[in-house]
């Protein structure tokens, strides 16, 4: 199906039936299969054939959302995780582990940052973070000899970054590693990081893919380009023996396209067991068919409101790369040029006082720890996810007292920015 459109691969990627089968993918709710030999099941135990034996690995409903969002992206393979902390965590584990180093980009997900700064550094990896807008030296820089794989987010959550994903994949593979992108917040819809050199894309799928705040999720897609072979020496665990599946060689046995998802699947989803629910899955891909359909108008609110906000004496200041003032706006025609998201965030004039009135003020948008949903949600982080910080550590963070966050949902634009207007007018 790797031929089709975009917004085609949305409504019908990764299935398609059979005479007589559900036009729908159906939920196949059992953890367990039923073969007539050992022989046949120890053929799957071995990875010696394709099947299906237990839920925990792999799961025909879950297949089939994995494949469609892997053609999505434009990858060889894919799988669903239980969250999209789950897919960060496992996409990195799988070729990182005790010993080993990591860059990251700085601008990311706290809940990443967290993973990758405290639990991982606990796990023996040590991470040297770096700025989304750092020159080639100093990117070149934070690599080491047991540097495995290079971490960004396309578009930043929350602080609305923009990566140049060429410049971080050159680099990644200057160094003889791979680049993982986290591809949440635009969504294949606006950018396909693998098309610019990444070569593991990952998805909180929670967000704009689900869309309308129903389930938890992740997804990991391989684009089959990285050559573990070449680099045989730092990725033992796919270019040796796994004497824990017969002396598999995952690299040699699947390939550029497969052996990175077969490990992830075989050890790690294995041993962690963060699988999604069949259940779960399938209201994914109900999100997923009008992703497309969605993201646009996402876009749109995003712009409207963003627009307005920028004129309003009210608000200080405004990001979102889709305004051309935007320090992102030039990276953002580069790599998102239908668009980027529908979460805007803005100063306001009187700080943290104003930003809670304002909030307060709001009859459409909802205050909600959320983004990505069909409804809009906004946050004002000083006074919820960061309300432990000063005035003045909030502004070392880059998060000013008076940041409001707003995630536009799919409501009409005219009705988003009356209701904004209305709450402003209630401020100083
Ligand atoms: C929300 C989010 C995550 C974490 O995903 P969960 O599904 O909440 O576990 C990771 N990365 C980004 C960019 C996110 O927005």
Not at 17 to 35: A, D, K, L, M
Not at 211 to 237: E, L, T, Y
Request: net charge negative.
């Amino acid at each position: 199906m790797q031929d089709l459109q975009l917004d085609t691969l949305c409504v019908q990627g990764g299935y398609t039936p059979g005479n007589g089968e559900p036009r729908q993918i159906p939920i196949v709710q059992s953890t367990t299969f039923r073969y007539e030999s050992g022989e046949e099941m120890g053929k799957l135990f071995d990875l010696e054939a394709p099947g299906y034996f237990y839920t925990r690995l792999q799961n025909p409903t879950n297949d089939y959302v994995a494949a469609k969002i892997c053609a999505l992206e434009g990858g060889t393979a894919g799988m669903l995780t239980s969250s999209g902390q789950a897919a960060n965590f496992f996409a990195m584990f799988n070729i990182a582990g005790c010993g080993d180093h990591i860059v990251a980009s700085s601008s990311i997900y706290g809940g990443t940052f967290n993973l990758i700064s405290v639990t991982m550094r606990r796990m023996g990896i040590d991470v040297t973070f770096v700025s989304p807008d750092c020159t080639d030296e100093e990117l070149n820089a934070a690599f080491k000899d047991n540097t495995k794989l290079v971490f960004g987010e396309t578009i930043a959550n929350p602080a609305l970054t923009v990566l140049d994903i060429e410049q971080f994949a050159k680099a990644a593979h200057a160094h003889g590693v791979p680049l993982i992108i986290d591809n949440t917040f635009a969504t294949p819809v606006n950018c396909r990081p693998i098309q610019w050199g990444a070569d593991i894309v990952t998805h909180s799928t929670t967000k704009y893919m689900d869309g309308h705040g129903v389930s938890v999720g992740g997804a990991i897609v391989d684009g089959g380009h990285f050559d573990w072979m070449a680099h045989k020496d730092k990725f033992p665990g796919l270019t040796t023996p796994d004497e824990s599946y017969h002396g598999i060689t995952y690299a040699e046995k699947f390939g550029l396209g497969g052996a990175f998802i077969t490990k992830c699947t075989a050890q790690l989803m294995r041993d962690f067991g963060s699988i999604q629910s069949p259940q779960h899955a399938f209201y994914l891909n109900m999100g997923l068919e009008s992703l497309h359909v969605r993201v646009a108008r996402h876009c749109e609110n995003g712009q409207a409101v963003a627009e307005f906000l920028a004129a309003h004496p009210k608000v200080t200041s405004v990001n979102y790369c889709g305004l051309p003032g935007d320090p992102y706006h030039e990276r953002a025609m580069k790599y998102l040029p239908n668009g980027s998201c529908g979460v805007v965030s803005f100063e306001l004039r009187g700080g943290r006082e104003a930003a809670s009135r304002f909030m307060n003020a709001l009859k459409l948008a909802a205050i909600e720890t959320h983004v990505a949903d069909a409804r809009t949600c906004c946050l004002n982080p000083a006074t919820t996810t960061h309300r432990q910080m000063t005035d003045a550590q909030l502004k070392a963070a880059g998060v000013p007292a008076g940041l409001v966050r707003m995630s536009c949902g799919l409501e009409d634009k005219r009705d988003l920015i009356a209701d904004i207007a209305q709450a402003l007018d209630t401020i100083d």
